[in-house]
């Protein structure tokens, strides 16, 4: 069975017994995705689609022999278990991870047997890699949790400098997969045949001269894992907490570790599933976990600077209003490092120091003697204590800063690791980078019937509503992802333009939709690109050249490459966003846009014969009110769910009758005289502007045309449309030529490779009073 659809995925893999959740990196960030009842985690639909892969909780009597060896002795493993339970080994859905010898072998609980969460296996190591199989019965973790998680679908891991996928989950081609069978039809695996799997590995490995790994003391003698066991594990992994100093070994084994907090030892008995990040810390030169849940960085106790009991403090603390303005906490800031100011997270405005100190009471992080008089030495008496306080835009400094301001759609607030350069995004450890975008807030519909906004649509843009409807989607459920063409929406003014986009501006959030004129485009600052939706609406007549410069100009705002753009905004430093905006163009006249004919990066839908008559008088108003009703919920929540496998970001626009319109539209009349006129030159390979004035077949209106100075800018546009371009001389400074005494262009055609425009544009130059034939052609009279 070939699914597409993640929904349709996690659809078909419930019905047939499991459980899905979404997945990253064989993690799950779903909140509470371990609870005991599936149910708690709600619709499968509403499941975040930035996490493109699936996982399964192994519980509800699936089990999984999880083979993780990557050396071709899993083929004995592999005999050994098909002398053990033969059907598992034959018949068993198999997925493969990273490599060709690593499989995961899916089956289930016989009924009545014993459960079980994971049989401890060792590890072994063979040339600095290690190998090793796990044992997943479907039983509960000491939490009463589901105690595993493993990914069954979609991208099994990502490189961690470009993010770019580096490994698909793949499921054995001669094997039925999940999604064609049902749980209760996997073959069985009892626990004491999986106790014998485990032995049987064992002495395969001993045999080999595979090395053991030692595991380290710890405080639970239940609770022995090994140093390699702590790269990335779950809920209740680590038994209930580990020592610093095996913290810090398995640290130093891994160079950084992401886990969940249950490791921690004041965390673990309540069974915390806070996803945390184990690095070095150069400041405090320790070990240091920040814990994602909290936003809180967490250092040992030993150290000379104890930050979690004032972080935990302040936590709780309730500024009084009256010494705070708007009831502000030090926790709604972090410090921007660049321009030493303060980000308030609830909407990135940037503070001042002065402010920050202001509205802030100082910080207490610690105690001191106070200074004692000689008198008092003297007499021996014991120092008074008093505190030591820092003003609050120093403890955001230290211990709440970001090196970095962006506008990323479908990351976090707090992007970690990873800074945002010209050419993406790249992996810096330890770097942490604030994001303003904000995503929207949908509101689910109390009827999700959209008909009359679909008629609308139809009615307006009949034989383009597919692809519209499926742009819209696309901005809605993919935000992050940039689509290399822009929607047109022509025709008459007052049939609805601005009616069809409102629900769209609804679904990303009005603060993602950016209105914009066309002259505010071509201006300098370009705050407005830091939108889902970019709207350019009422494009009117700017003008020919005008024409030509807008449209050069938003051809890099509607395609990536570039990945990134650089911000520039008024009395702010500039700084780069990601390029994922979506242009539209709404205009009512054609002749308002210059389209070339090879253009593929503009869908064109217009309305042809439609005008404001054949509305009724309260057409529009009842479409407001149903809006306002419900409507807008109703349309968000279509498109958020519309299946739009189909629809390929990059692929260029169907070209529709109205594209083509435009494009015949964009043909001044002098480009037809100027075609003429090359044409009875015989289309030469390089040619002047002289050139085309002395042919046959110059029309008086060229000629005109051309000898007037005010459209001396225009005439490289016309060169252009007919197939030549101005080649520049590399021997002047002014890139000229020098022909019979003057400086002029020499135009070149364009379909010439770079060495045969340079050899004709020379030969130009060379014979100044003759023209270089395109060979085989001849003037026509």
Known sequence: MAINDLIELRTQLFANGYQPIPNFDKQTFLKGWNDPDYSKLGDIAKFPRRFKATGLRVTNNLRVIDLDIDHPLIDQVFSAIEEIVPDVCNRAPARYGASQYKVALFCRAPDGDEAFSMLPVHKYLVDGKAHSIELFGGGMARSGNVYKQMGAYGPHSHDPVTKKVAFQYAWDPERPSLLDTPLAELPELSKAQALEIAARFEAIATNAGWERVVRPAHDSAAAVYDITDLSRFDTDRAGGGLTYHELCDALAYHGELRCSASFMPDRGDSGDTSRCWVFHSPRHDCAAVFVYGDEQTHYPVSEKIDLQPIIDALAEEVPPPETLPGNVKLMDFYAFLPTHQYIYKYNGSLWPVATINSVLNKITIGQKPKKQTKKQIEAGETPEMVDVQIPAHLWLDRGRAVVQMTWAPGEPQIIQDRLLIEGGWTYQRGARGFNTYTPPTIVKAADPDIGRWRRHLERVYPDEAGEIEAWMAHRVQRPQEKINHSLVLGGRQGIGKDTLLE?????????????????????????????????????????????????????????????????????????????????????????????????????????????????????????????????????????????????????????????????????????????????????????????????????????????????????????????????????????????????????????????ERADYAQRRANRSTNIVAWPGSTPQN
């Not at 914009?516 to 709207?535: C, D, E, H, M, T």
């Not at 911000?567 to 205009?587: A, F, M, P, W």
């Not at 149903?626 to 769910?641: F, M, P, S």
């Not at 060229?702 to 016309?718: C, S």
């Open 503 to 755: 629900p769209l501006r609804y679904a990303v959030g009005g603060w993602n939709f950016n209105e914009v004129s066309p002259l505010q485009l071509l201006g300098r600052f370009n705050g407005f690109l830091k939108a889902v939706v970019l709207r350019v609406s009422e494009a009117r007549d700017l003008g020919e050249s005008d024409r030509y410069k807008f449209y050069n100009h938003t051809k890099t705002l509607m395609a990536a490459p570039p990945e990134t753009m650089l911000i520039d905004e008024k009395n702010r430093q500039e700084y780069r966003i990601q390029n994922v905006c979506g242009v539209i163009i709404t205009l009512n006249e054609k002749p308002s846009l210059y389209l070339p004919a090879d253009d593929r990066r503009h869908f064109v839908a217009w309305s042809e014969q439609l005008t404001k008559n054949d509305f009724d008088a309260d057409y529009f108003q009842e479409i407001y009110g149903w809006y306002q009703g419900g409507g807008l919920a109703a349309v968000a929540q279509y498109l958020a769910e519309l299946n739009i496998a189909a629809f390929d970001a990059k692929r260029p626009p169907r070209l529709t009758p109205g594209f083509h319109d435009i494009v015949n539209m964009s043909r001044v009349a002098e480009d037809a005289d100027m075609a003429d006129a090359l044409d009875g030159l015989g289309r030469p390979g390089a040619v002047t502007l002289e050139d085309v004035m002395q042919s046959k077949k110059c029309s008086n209106e060229l000629l005109q045309y051309l000898n007037d100075r005010n459209n001396r800018r225009r005439i490289g546009f016309r060169f252009e449309e007919c197939g030549y371009s101005a080649m520049r001389n590399r021997d002047a400074k002014d890139g000229l030529w020098v022909l019979e005494g003057r400086r002029q262009v020499i135009y070149v055609r364009s379909d010439l490779s770079t060495r």
